[in-house]
């Protein structure tokens, strides 16, 4: 498993997937309230980097997994 540096106040636990490896998995979320926190940047400029520097990164084998805490409904609305 692999780490994401800086996030450790954001990490929820562990994502377990039939066929890969376990995975460490953080709170979204938090992660964007930590940069904000750190870098003094808005939700936006968080969220942005968020996306383009970590969450589409893929670093091989127990690439860390971000969850999205969402509603039934909210995922619904996605599908």
Not at 22 to 39: A, H, P, S, T, V
Request: hydrophobic letters at 40%.
């Amino acid at each position: 498993m692999l780490i994401a540096d800086g996030f450790d106040e954001a990490v929820i636990g562990v994502v377990s997937v039939s066929g890969q490896p376990d995975r460490i998995c953080y709170d979204y979320q938090k992660c964007c309230e930590i940069l904000m926190e750190q870098e003094g940047w808005s939700t936006e400029e968080a969220e942005e980097w968020m996306q383009y520097n970590v969450v589409c990164a893929y670093v091989g084998d127990g690439t860390p997994a971000y969850l999205y805490l969402m509603s039934l409904d909210e995922i619904e609305d996605l599908i």
